[in-house]
């Protein structure tokens, strides 16, 4: 095994193990206003998990609930047999980490010090041991920001602060991660960055949940889908049944292309965009 190998599988390895995720008669939304009626399902360890649905149908509000940061309206999320409304707010940060869609880069934090702050769950003292400094390290080295490691953040591009935000997320080392448009800002070589993550989550056993509006990313990303929308119920589909089920113009009441390369990539394109 060379080095480069193993350094990612150190820092791709979550912290804490995990079978299965199960929701039983889950339903979110704010306040009393639910925005889907209960639904049930479970998510297996390596199982990559896509949440589409139009604008404001509530994918980052599902993403929210899913890890208690918004209360969910009714029903349980169960994880290894256990309620998370048993966990506390820093025991769930040891199996949960969320990226969210957006977050305030106008601070003067280096680089380093805003990455090593997801380490946050497993720090018993204020002060940053040498496994968190060398897991940071190997994260901005796989994200390729190791050259602006003292850059204040607020100096970057989006697309440079999107890949720190990653970088934050996996020094966690959580078995569930929660991707809110993880691509975001993001140029061809930082998706290949991204899609190489997410394959290392895969591949290490953890579950995650990931918003985005690339369906055809989805299709080479993804195990998994979950379609949210207007009158539609939750529920969990492989990910290939959507290519030509019907469901994807049912979500997003649009028209979709589909194409085939010749070695088996599957594009879905909206119609209306050519």
């Known amino acids: 095994m060379t080095s480069n190998v193993a350094t990612k599988n150190n820092l791709f390895n979550s912290l804490f193990k995990i079978n299965k995720l199960k929701f039983d008669e ?8 639910p925005i889907t009626p209960p639904f049930s399902f ?22 929210r609930s899913i890890n208690q940061i918004i209360k969910p309206i009714q029903g349980n999320v169960i994880l290894n047999g256990s309620c998370l409304t048993n966990f506390k707010k820093k025991e769930l940060a040891k199996y949960f980490s969320y990226l969210p869609q957006a977050d305030n880069k106008n601070t003067d934090f280096t680089v380093f010090n805003y990455v090593i702050m997801g380490r946050y769950p497993h720090q018993s003292t204020k002060l940053e041991t ?19 490691k003292n850059t204040p953040v607020s100096k970057l591009s989006g697309g440079q602060f999107q890949r720190v935000l990653l970088a934050r997320h996996v020094v966690q080392q959580t078995p569930i991660n929660l991707l809110d448009e993880p691509n975001n800002h993001l140029d061809p070589s930082s998706i290949k960055l991204l899609h190489e993550c997410i394959k290392s989550f895969q591949e290490n056993k953890h579950i995650v949940f990931v918003a985005s509006h690339n369906i055809s990313w989805v299709f080479h990303a993804c195990t998994h889908a979950i379609l949210i929308g207007h009158n539609i119920p939750v529920q969990m589909h492989a990910v290939e049944s959507l290519y030509e089920s019907g469901m994807l113009e049912k979500t997003f009441n649009t028209e979709f292309i589909r194409i085939e390369s010749d070695n088996g990539d599957r594009y879905v394109i909206p119609r209306n965009v050519l």
């Open 42 to 63: 479970e998510a297996c360890a390596g199982n990559i998990i896509a949440v589409l649905g139009p604008n404001g149908t509530g994918k980052t509000t599902f993403l």
């Open 26 to 33: 889950f339903s979110f939304g704010y306040s009393d206003y």
């Open 130 to 148: 040498k496994e968190d400094i060398d897991i940071t390290v190997d994260a901005l080295n796989f994200f390729e920001l190791l050259p602006f």
